[in-house]
């Protein structure tokens, strides 16, 4: 069974991308239907304060070759692949507009207390295993482990992102674009078959704050000195963006990932969050290991959730100490990190077009004559 507290399917969303384990960990979870949207042409700016734009490197561009999608495509690719599955006394079940409210277990059952949060109405159900991948603010954690101050680090750090109507004005359908200050940044990401999405991050010690009063007038007050007209754009596309994501960042740390019947994965267990570029990678490799392991040890659970914790553990730490380094290149945090960034942009700009020259002159060189 599957209990999800929306009303209804989420779909549509903001850029996502897949590494090589993404890819690898959805065709073993049988994503036959993942719509990939990768830039089938176009180029990456980056935007200076006079208004001028220059070639940089995009997210795509990174080691490892992510793939590019939306949020929903994932969604919808695992929709798709359950479908199937909700056929007959076997099936899946979905309950749509439901929350958990009270977990209680023994060494043999685990009772949950769920609410339909359009009623109200509240009933008992028993598993035999509860599994929470509800996100950063996990209700499953916060009954099953403990309050969320107890494993949220803060990054003193916003995000908000959602799809664009449109393109920016003077750039191509496909093109991605980048507007970084100390402390602030504007993404915008070209996607194949789709407008861009959008995405505005900046640093602040006061997190409490970022959430009073109206969203869009704090963000056009933190970027209002970039004036760029593509900022303008993304900024004027925020209020008809009513699915957008406005959140602070963080990090979930936690000693265990189990307690008995019950277990968190995804974001509520380890949010590698936004910066690491590594969320759904991650999300879905612990699908996929944690199948494999329930499915080799289906009489003893407790074995299956430490061998599937001991296999992921070393993956996701690796990746919660990258996510600070790329931080830098989402939004650098001060004016030294922005020069070192720049400079790092610049060089790696100019070691791809060397190699694309190269390339270019041996393709173009006669063939030698063979004697």
């Given at each position: 069974?599957?209990?999800?507290?929306?009303?209804?399917?989420?779909?549509?969303?903001?850029?996502?991308?897949?590494?090589?384990?993404?890819?690898?960990?959805?065709?073993?979870?049988?994503?036959?239907?993942?719509?990939?949207?990768?830039p089938e042409r176009g180029t990456t700016w980056?935007?200076?304060?006079?208004?001028?734009?220059?070639?940089?490197?995009?997210?795509?561009?990174?080691?490892?070759?992510?793939?590019?999608?939306?949020?929903?495509?994932?969604e919808a690719a695992l929709w798709n692949a359950m479908a199937g599955r909700r056929q007959g006394e076997d099936g899946v079940e979905v309950r749509l507009a439901t929350a958990p409210l009270e977990i209680v277990q023994d060494d043999s059952a685990v009772e949950v207390m769920l609410e339909d949060v359009s009623s109200g109405a509240r009933y008992r159900e028993t598993f035999g295993l509860v599994i929470g991948a509800d996100g950063l603010r996990s209700t499953v954690r916060r009954l099953a482990f403990g309050p969320h101050e107890r494993f949220m680090t803060s990054w003193n750090a916003m995000i908000c992102a959602f799809g664009l109507p449109e393109q920016a004005p003077s750039f191509g359908a496909q093109d991605s674009l980048i507007s970084a200050r100390p402390g602030r940044a504007v993404w915008v990401f070209g996607l194949a078959d789709r407008a861009p999405t959008a995405l505005l991050t900046y640093c602040t010690k006061d997190?409490?704050?970022?959430?009073?009063?109206?969203?869009?007038?704090?963000?056009?007050?933190?970027?209002h000195?970039?004036?760029?007209?593509?900022?303008?754009?993304?900024?004027?596309?925020?209020?008809?963006?009513?699915?957008?994501?406005?959140?602070?960042?963080?990090?979930?740390?936690?000693?265990?990932?189990?307690?008995?019947?019950?277990?968190?994965?995804?974001?509520?267990?380890?949010?590698?969050?936004?910066?690491?570029?590594?969320?759904?990678?991650?999300?879905?490799?612990?699908?996929?290991?944690?199948?494999?392991?329930?499915?080799?040890?289906?009489?003893?659970?407790?074995?299956?959730?430490?061998?599937?914790?001991?296999?992921?553990?070393?993956?996701?730490?690796?990746?919660q100490r990258m996510a600070r380094l790329k931080h830098q290149w989402f939004v650098p945090t001060n004016r030294v990190l922005a020069g070192v960034r720049a400079l790092a942009m610049h060089l790696a700009v100019n070691a791809r077009r060397a190699v694309t020259e190269a390339r270019l002159l041996r393709a173009a060189a006669p063939a030698p004559d063979l004697l």
């Amino acid at each position: 069974m599957v209990i999800e507290r929306a009303p209804r399917r989420r779909t549509g969303g903001y850029f996502v991308n897949l590494m090589p384990e993404g890819m690898n960990a959805a065709a073993d979870l049988g994503l036959d239907h993942l719509h990939t949207r990768d830039p089938e042409r176009g180029t990456t700016w980056v935007l200076n304060r006079r208004g001028h734009r220059r070639p940089a490197l995009s997210w795509l561009d990174l080691p490892g070759r992510p793939t590019a999608m939306v949020r929903g495509d994932v969604e919808a690719a695992l929709w798709n692949a359950m479908a199937g599955r909700r056929q007959g006394e076997d099936g899946v079940e979905v309950r749509l507009a439901t929350a958990p409210l009270e977990i209680v277990q023994d060494d043999s059952a685990v009772e949950v207390m769920l609410e339909d949060v359009s009623s109200g109405a509240r009933y008992r159900e028993t598993f035999g295993l509860v599994i929470g991948a509800d996100g950063l603010r996990s209700t499953v954690r916060r009954l099953a482990f403990g309050p969320h101050e107890r494993f949220m680090t803060s990054w003193n750090a916003m995000i908000c992102a959602f799809g664009l109507p449109e393109q920016a004005p003077s750039f191509g359908a496909q093109d991605s674009l980048i507007s970084a200050r100390p402390g602030r940044a504007v993404w915008v990401f070209g996607l194949a078959d789709r407008a861009p999405t959008a995405l505005l991050t900046y640093c602040t010690k006061d997190i409490d704050a970022q959430f009073a009063g109206d969203r869009t007038e704090r963000l056009r007050a933190v970027f209002h000195d970039m004036g760029h007209p593509a900022v303008r754009h993304v900024l004027d596309a925020l209020p008809q963006a009513p699915d957008h994501l406005f959140d602070s960042v963080h990090q979930v740390k936690m000693d265990r990932w189990s307690t008995g019947r019950v277990m968190v994965t995804g974001a509520a267990a380890w949010c590698l969050n936004l910066f690491s570029g590594m969320g759904t990678t991650a999300a879905l490799r612990g699908g996929a290991e944690l199948g494999r392991v329930l499915r080799e040890r289906p009489d003893d659970i407790g074995a299956a959730l430490a061998a599937w914790e001991a296999g992921l553990r070393p993956f996701v730490a690796t990746h919660q100490r990258m996510a600070r380094l790329k931080h830098q290149w989402f939004v650098p945090t001060n004016r030294v990190l922005a020069g070192v960034r720049a400079l790092a942009m610049h060089l790696a700009v100019n070691a791809r077009r060397a190699v694309t020259e190269a390339r270019l002159l041996r393709a173009a060189a006669p063939a030698p004559d063979l004697l």
